[in-house]
């Protein structure tokens, strides 16, 4: 800024300035500048939905408060992370006004690089998710579009979802869609932002209508759901007769309620797929990025199709047991958390029976009682509660009533015993109420406690560990996760795969009691044993990995050795299998011959070589695809025994 | 009036255009009775025919057909199978046109056995042809329709002694539908069905109120076994007229069994690509 000297400096404004236009016009910038507060640029450092990344935005200061003014912009970004996040939008007075786009990202890289124009490139698989939209002070106005699209090798592969509604000074009205890869919502909201009419979901072609939901006002009146060609199904709601209603968001915690709602007339959990999950998912977009906005500091809502649900406001008594429920709930789970990652007693209990006796209550405790408490408490979170009448509430929690008043537990060998229960209390399975809830919530509280006094342990137990061996941890976890990791997996398997699985994890287990027996002998044959199963465990997941890719290498395979054949007889193009007896030979003779070494056991030094033998087999097949095999075929035809099979192969184990 | 004048006598004449002639010429006959002539079905003969099909491909767009059909058909005392009827040779060589289309030129060999036990006449005759055929497919849905076009060039004998070959020529017209029951395409581990109706014409020296040789009303349950081996049965009925008397017709009941088979004769490396013709 040009300074100028006053009368008594060492020069003076020459006069004939004072009469431009320039002087005049630097002179009112002056002026202006200094009584507006001065704008200032922040870049750096910056965290937001607990991402830190770098923002950008220029901002003022008023009253000590910071005023975002004008451009933001965020990125979460770098040459390590996969999930890069962008925003961008315009702030005034630290309110959100104009175009606002947010887009995620979460991506895979490949394995493999390309060289182009003198570089290596990874290509990325994955999904990109993009947001954007108008804001009119501080509120959604325009339409809002939101975009889930599959990126495979970098290039955008398929829209997955997408939802435009729109928006008028805060209030979602008119006509939306929202559609996914298979099927298109459409529906309409009035001006007040109320569900209102026919909302149908069509196939993607546009042919046949899956679902309708009818609202009227707000309030939905029908259910017609496409059973098949010539069947429908109707469910219809009535809100006449219930004293107390409520307009409240359509988002999941809506299609909650409902699911409740209707759950002793159908079976079919309307309000867990089709139509409602296209809703869900649109809210969850939505909730995203009112999320990110209340993190900015500016709390927008996004989520506000209004509809209207019945309202059972709950008693001073209900809201006592939901407080003491709360209560025993998390003493309970902090107990059972307690127990259940004990390193040691997940060691111990595979050769201590009262150890197992004690561990295992409390895994069936957690299992049987504290998931569904877990649940009722979320929904208490979620303020969903005072829409579900108690009885149906805790009907669809239990649909057979509460858990009976038994703890079933395991002796080391996996056998189930019966746990010696010594509290008194009581409750009963078939009340409905809240009560009774709360005394199950006691009860449970009050076994757990005894199961850790008898354990030994205190609260706190899982930190003064001091002695505990960090190796031994580190194995204890990686059984477990390997556990973990193979129940999750196990049973989408196609049978001989899942049967595989079945026995490495047995197998797993085997070993861990082997360890637990030889931890009694000595502290360096127990070190030893220790880094040797850790190497194992290593292995054994790279096995598991392995195996879980065979279905798509064996399909990948078969596509090798098939070939289109022009059929002159019918003037179409046929799949024809080629060199039968080699794809024949690997799936009936090599490939259970290898899945049964794994069955039966190998031991950790075998691991590593089976691996090679299968990589070899597999390499030695697309090999064969290219060469000339007529003498090998007929040899194979000859051949039943698995091990000559390899050798013809050329495969050496 | 000028005008009736001249429009009167085209009215006449539009109204005499209307009379039947053959009535006005029949006036003076009108006394001879017409004899009446009522066409008339033979019994029906029952027969079964074993048919091969192979087409053999020998080059990107050529292919040939082989073809053996042993025919039989029945004695008084055995229906059906009672007797050999005819053994068909037919050969040819074909082009793929494109996916769709393909044509076929070539010749056949059938020997034709006295079936008469009344008959004075040979054993064995033999017949031969020149053929041409045109086919085009077209999708539908799941299913296949075809149309088929052939034109036959024949020689042939009859058994009696003083029987000479004559030469006739036979326009055939098929069309015919195979539709997938099990799969969602005609593709291995498919059953298909296959209704087909064809319509044989002659003409010739010979034919002279007979030029329908044969209805063919055929439909046939197939398997594919493989790309390269189809079977398939059905029944078939059929009517056409005598040669000798338009008036009547045959008529017969066909059992057949059909073995498709299709090698591909050429080496590996000239079988790639196979499928693209004219895409």
Not at chain 1, 457 to 460: A, I, N, Y
């Given at each position: 800024m040009e300074k100028l000297p006053s009368k008594s400096g060492s020069f003076r404004l020459p006069f004939f300035i004072l009469k431009t236009k320039r002087f005049w016009c630097a002179w009112f910038l002056t002026l202006f500048s200094s009584l507006c507060p001065a704008q200032q640029i922040y870049e750096g450092h910056y965290e937001v939905d607990d991402f830190s990344g770098t923002a950008t935005y220029t901002y003022t200061l008023k009253e000590g408060d910071t005023l975002k003014n004008g451009p933001f912009s965020f990125q979460h970004s770098s040459q390590e992370n996969l999930d890069p996040i962008e925003i961008k939008g315009q702030f005034k007075n630290n309110i959100p006004v104009g175009l606002w786009e947010y887009t995620r990202g979460n991506y895979i890289p490949h394995e493999e690089k390309e060289f182009v124009d003198f570089s290596y490139v990874t290509k990325l698989d994955g999904v990109k998710e993009s947001i954007k939209g108008n804001y009119l002070e501080g509120v959604p106005d325009s339409i809002w579009t939101i975009e889930v699209d599959s990126i495979r090798g970098s290039k955008l592969a398929a829209n997955q979802f997408k939802s435009a509604i729109t928006y008028k000074q805060g209030i979602p009205q008119l006509s939306f869609t929202i559609e996914t890869a298979k099927n298109l919502l459409a529906g309409r909201l009035l001006r007040n932002g109320y569900a209102h009419d026919t909302w149908t979901l069509f196939t993607k072609d546009g042919i046949d209508e899956l679902e309708n939901w009818v609202f009227d006002n707000a309030v939905l009146k029908e259910v017609r759901i496409r059973i098949n060609d010539s069947v429908n199904k109707e469910i219809a709601f009535d809100l006449e007769g219930v004293e107390d209603v409520e307009l409240i968001d359509l988002d999941e915690n809506y299609l909650t309620i409902m699911e409740f709602a209707l759950q002793d007339r159908d079976?079919?959990?309307?309000?867990?797929?089709g139509l409602s999950s296209l809703l869900k998912e649109n809210a969850a977009h939505q909730h995203q990025v009112e999320h990110t906005m209340a993190g900015l500091g500016a709390a927008v809502k996004m989520a506000s199709m209004k509809v209207q649900v019945p309202r059972y406001d709950l008693s001073r008594e209900e809201e006592k047991n939901l407080d003491a429920i709360a209560e025993h709930y998390q003493k309970s789970q902090s107990i059972t958390n307690t127990v259940l990652s004990d390193t040691r007693l997940i060691l111990k209990k595979l050769t201590d029976q009262e150890v197992a006796l004690y561990y295992n209550a409390a895994e069936d405790i957690q299992q049987r009682y504290l998931k569904e408490l877990g649940k009722l408490l979320r929904y208490r979170e979620d303020k969903v509660v005072r829409y579900i009448e108690r009885d149906v509430l805790i009907k669809g929690l239990w649909p057979s009533g509460l858990p009976p008043r038994v703890v079933v537990s395991k002796d080391t060998s996996g056998r189930e015993i019966p746990y010696p229960i010594q509290t008194d209390l009581t409750y009963s399975s078939e009340a409905d109420n809240l009560q009774e809830v709360e005394k199950m919530a006691n009860f449970v509280q009050t076994v757990l406690s005894e199961i850790q006094d008898k354990l030994g342990?205190?609260?706190?137990a899982s930190k003064s560990?001091?002695?505990?061996?960090s190796t031994e941890e580190e194995l204890v976890t990686q059984a477990t996760q390997l556990k973990t990791h193979i129940d999750s997996i196990a049973t989408i398997q196609r049978d001989d795969i899942k049967k595989t699985l079945l026995a490495l994890q047995e197998n797993t287990d085997q070993q861990l009691q082997q360890y637990a027996l030889t931890a009694q002998d000595s502290v360096e044959a127990k070190g030893r044993k220790a880094r040797e199963l850790n190497t194992c465990f290593t292995q054994k997941r790279e096995l598991v990995d392995l195996l879980i890719q065979i279905p798509d290498q064996q399909q990948k395979l078969k596509e090798e050795y098939t070939e289109e054949v022009y059929v002159i007889f019918t003037a179409t193009i046929m799949d024809e299998q080629v060199k039968k007896r080699i794809i024949n030979a690997y799936k009936e003779q090599i490939l259970p011959y290898l899945l049964k070494q794994v069955q039966e056991g190998l031991s950790c030094s075998e691991i590593q070589a089976w691996i090679t033998t299968y990589e070899a087999v597999q390499d030695r097949l697309y090999q064969l695809r290219k060469e000339d095999t007529g003498r090998l075929e007929r040899k194979l035809k000859r051949e039943d025994d698995p091990r000559e099979v390899l050798k013809l192969l050329g495969i050496t184990q | 009036m000028l005008s009736q004048k001249i429009i009167s006598p085209f009215l006449v004449l539009l109204a005499l255009s209307f009379v039947n002639p053959v009535m006005s010429q029949d006036e003076p006959d009108a006394e001879v009775e017409v004899e009446e002539r009522y066409s008339k079905f033979k019994e029906v003969k029952r027969k079964f025919w074993f048919n091969t099909y192979g087409n053999i491909r020998i080059s990107k767009r050529l292919f040939w057909i082989a073809q053996t059909h042993l025919r039989f058909e029945e004695t008084s005392t055995t229906p059906y199978v009672g007797q050999i009827a005819q053994i068909y040779n037919r050969h040819a060589i074909g082009y793929i046109y494109d996916k769709k289309t393909n044509f076929a030129l070539g010749g056949v060999l059938r020997l034709n056995f006295n079936t008469d036990p009344d008959s004075e006449g040979p054993n064995l005759l033999p017949e031969y042809r020149i053929w041409h055929q045109y086919q085009f497919a077209m999708p539908v849905y799941s299913a296949m329709a075809y149309h088929r076009l052939r034109i036959e060039h024949r020689w042939s004998k009859s058994f009696g002694e003083e029987d000479e070959f004559i030469f006739r020529n036979r326009y055939r017209y098929m069309f015919r539908l195979k539709i997938p029951l099990n799969k969602p395409a005609l593709q291995p581990g498919a059953f298909y069905l296959a209704p087909e109706s064809e319509l044989i014409l002659q003409s010739g020296k010979q034919v002279i109120d007979s030029p329908v040789e044969d209805v063919r009303l055929n439909t046939t349950l197939g398997y594919i076994l493989s790309p390269r081996l189809t079977v398939a049965a059905g029944f078939m009925y059929s009517f056409g007229q005598t040669l000798d008397d338009g008036s009547v017709y045959n008529q017969n009941y066909t059992f057949r069994m059909h073995v498709y088979f299709s090698p591909d004769l050429r080496k590996v490396k000239n079988k790639l690509p196979s499928i693209h013709f004219r895409d």
């Open positions: 079976t079919t959990h309307v309000f867990d797929h342990l205190s609260p706190d560990q001091n002695d505990f061996n | -």
